[in-house]
């Protein structure tokens, strides 16, 4: 009885699962420059956090820096579509479509560049984060033990049925 009262206590502890996942701002400063910010959703600083602008039709590389302490870069507007890349390391990717400039970007004869699709990206990170594989794990284990647990109520119940009727 005490093995099974652990088991259960253990069970019941709550289990607190920390997760945080990158966020990416691009702020259009009405210029001709763009401020990007990154930072963690739980406030985290995400200095050092690599940031890359990429064009869209042609996959150059526009401008390529990591971000200062401050957790912004303020940069111009480039004048091709793009993308703004935040990488803060494994599963922390964020891609963003760029702000256009004023007078809109320029025509470009486009080049055909492999587009990611965004929904697979997004449930890639779901899948690869730590806190939904934690959850999934424990989900499995309640759903074992009560399995487990329903079984030997079920045998207790179908002995006490057999003697009784004897």
Do not use: C, W
């Not at 400063?29 to 963690?40: A, K, V, W």
Request: glycine share 6%.
């Amino acid at each position: 009885m005490n093995k099974i009262f652990k088991l259960i206590l253990l069970f019941l502890l709550p289990v607190t699962l920390y997760s945080h996942s990158l966020l990416l701002n691009i702020y259009d400063n009405q210029d001709g420059t763009i401020t990007i910010e990154g930072m963690f959703n739980t406030g985290e600083s995400a200095a050092g956090a690599f940031v890359k602008l990429q064009a869209l039709n042609s996959g150059e590389i526009l401008f390529q820096k990591r971000l200062p302490d401050s957790n912004e870069l303020t940069i111009n507007i480039p004048k091709v579509k793009y993308q703004v890349l935040l990488d803060g390391g494994p599963g922390h990717t964020v891609i963003k479509e760029g702000v256009p400039p004023k007078g809109g970007f320029i025509k470009e004869e486009s080049k055909e560049v492999k587009k990611k699709d965004k929904s697979s990206k997004m449930s890639a990170q779901l899948s690869s984060s730590k806190a939904v594989t934690i959850s999934i794990v424990v989900a499995f284990i309640l759903l074992f033990a009560t399995i487990f647990i329903s079984i030997i109520n079920t045998n207790k119940l179908i002995n006490e049925l057999q003697t009784k009727s004897r």
